[in-house]
Structure formats: C-alpha cells, structure tokens
C-alpha cells in the first residue's frame, strides 16, 4: 500500500538552528515527490518537486533531498518566519497524490 | 494571474444539509482536484476533474459528488452532511501533460486558500 510517514510531528528550534525533516515514503512507480509548506488555516504553498533518486533543489534557506525510500527537507539558520507545517506528497503509477501528515515546525526568536 | 480560487471562505451547516463548494483554478491549468482536510491531518485526496469527468476518485462516500465546467472551474458538493464533514476543503489545480514514458499524467498541483466547513 501506498505511504507516506513524516517525522518529527513538531518540531522546536531556536533561530538559527539548522534541522532536517523526514518523509519516508512507499509507492509503486513513483512519478513525483512534493514538499508544500502550510500556515494555519490556509492553502498549502507549493516549495518543490522531486523526480528522482539524488535530485535536489533549494529555494532560500530550505533544500529538499530524495533518495528511493526518503526525502528530507534541510532547514539552514531558520527564522520565525519559517515557522509553518511542511507537507510530503508521492504521485504513484495510479497518478494518485498521497499527503503524509505534516512535520509542525517552530522557530523561536 | 490570480492563481487558485476558492469560496466561499467559511461556511456554517447544519446536519443533513447539503453544501456546494466552488473553485477556479490558476490559468493554464485544466485539471482540478479536490481534498479534506482534518485538524492536524494531512489532507486527502477526494477526486480529480479533467475534461469534465470524474479522473479519479479517494475513499469517500457517493455523498461526495463534484462537477467540471467547460472554462475548467469546479464544484464541490456534499449531501446529508454529517459532523464528521467539519473540515477545511482545498482545492488544487494542475496543468495535464503527455509524455513518452509517463502516459497522461498531472503535473505539480498549486492548491486555493481553501473553505472551512463546519457542520452543527
């Protein structure tokens, strides 16, 4: 079956303090990896899109990272504007887009 | 370009009721999904439109039922609404591409500011 496991589920770190979040993931073919970021009560924003084993893209101070079973999102020297929910998504063979539940990060000033 | 457009905002229902929800998606894109969204969940998926029909369709009720119009522009509807139903409803938009090695498939999904329903 299809999967998505986010980890931490929330996520303290001062200003500054560099992270990682996890997406493992399991999926037949799969056709895309998706990091969205979402502030309460509002859509999600779109960051990235992964294709393949050892893709990486960077926008600011956020890097996302694929390998065949995980995708990490590197945070460098967050800022409390940072704070926010960062969702995983998979687009398997069925072309169907599956949601982990989400890492709740805090920055503290 | 005003990107992906929801409403109404929030809405307030009553059990049993019924409910429509509408979307606009951004320009250039023909294909629109629909998801629920829990508190503290992940959203999931309901179903996807292109070209007016129903793509695909997630693990939800025929209480769910939906509509494509011919300038790409969705509806939501929800009949017997249930207090389970409380949500925030998102709505994405994709262009659909073609390719050798994938088929027909949808590109990155760009989502509205969604619509909180709460049903009493």
């Known amino acids: 079956e299809d999967q998505v496991t986010q980890s931490p589920e929330a996520l303290r770190l001062q200003e500054g303090e560099s992270s990682s979040l996890n997406c493992s993931y399991t999926v037949s073919g799969l056709r895309g990896l998706f990091w969205y970021r979402q502030d309460p009560g509002k859509g999600p924003e779109f960051l990235f899109t992964?294709?393949?084993a050892g893709e990486e893209k960077e926008k600011e101070r956020l890097k996302a990272t694929l390998t065949k079973k995980e995708s990490f999102l590197h945070i460098t020297a967050p800022k409390p504007e940072d704070s926010a929910t960062y969702l995983c998504?998979?687009?398997?063979?069925?072309?169907?887009?599956?949601f982990g539940k989400g890492t709740r990060l805090h920055i503290l000033p | 370009d005003a990107g992906v457009t929801q409403s109404p905002t929030h809405l307030i229902k009553t059990r049993g009721q019924q409910v429509t929800l509408r979307c606009s998606p951004k320009?250039?894109?023909?294909?629109v999904s629909w998801y629920q969204q829990a508190l503290g969940q992940g959203p999931q998926f309901i179903f996807q439109y292109y070209e007016e029909e129903e793509r695909q369709r997630g693990n939800f009720p025929d209480r769910f039922s939906g509509h494509q119009f011919p300038n790409y522009s969705s509806e939501l509807n929800v009949n017997a609404l249930l207090l389970g139903d409380s949500a925030l409803y998102l709505c994405?938009?994709?262009?659909?591409?073609?390719?050798?090695?994938?088929?027909?498939?949808?590109?990155?999904?760009?989502f509205g500011p969604g619509t909180r329903l709460t049903v009493l």
């Open positions: 998504a998979h687009r398997g063979r069925d072309d169907k887009i599956i």
């Open positions: 994405a938009s994709s262009p659909t591409r073609t390719s050798a090695g994938h088929g027909v498939y949808t590109d990155t999904q760009y």
């Open positions: 992964l294709y393949s």
């Open positions: 320009s250039g894109h023909d294909t």
